[in-house]
């Protein structure tokens, strides 16, 4: 099964973990970056409403999954959600795609597996795990 780490980093936690991870699964990975960077302020006062929301934002180039059959999707917890723009990229995803999800907080703990599961099927893909890591 050809696989590989997408990932999203605001403050490079998600990006050393995600780097790690294709490295011991020998995997490319796929940035998802801004188109212009972020401020905390606006990840705070923006972005956080914007991931309760499941809101999507747009990256700076529109990553193609269409080689893989695996994405293992490493993101940050912003108020307990995924950043608008990992959102962004799971409507992205071809149909038929196998998908798990790492997602890196400081508390270890989100509250969105619900939200990703039905995201996932709603493109015809199916995930196959989803763990919360302290980081
Ligand atoms: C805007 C924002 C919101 C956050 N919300 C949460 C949260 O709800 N729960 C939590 O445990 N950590 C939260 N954090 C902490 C990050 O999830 C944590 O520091 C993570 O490692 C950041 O990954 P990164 O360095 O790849 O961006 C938040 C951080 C930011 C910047």
């Not at 605001?10 to 011991?24: D, G, I, P, S």
Request: hydrophobic letters at 40%; glycine letters at 8%; a neutral charge.
């Amino acid at each position: 099964m050809s696989t590989a780490v997408v990932y999203y980093s605001f403050t490079n936690h998600t990006r050393e973990y995600a780097k790690t991870l294709a490295a011991q699964l020998d995997a490319p990975l796929i940035e998802l970056a801004p188109p212009k960077p972020l401020s905390k302020l606006g990840a705070y006062l923006r972005g956080c409403p914007a991931a309760i929301g499941g809101k999507s934002w747009k990256t700076a180039a529109e990553p193609d999954f269409a080689a893989y059959d695996k994405l293992i999707f490493c993101s940050p917890i912003w108020a307990s959600n995924v950043p608008p723009y990992v959102n962004y990229a799971l409507g992205l995803l071809p149909e038929g795609k196998h998908v798990e999800f790492r997602l890196v907080s400081a508390g270890g703990k989100s509250n969105c597996a619900e939200r990703l599961t039905a995201t996932v099927a709603a493109r015809g893909c199916v995930v196959d795990g989803i763990e919360d890591i302290q980081g």
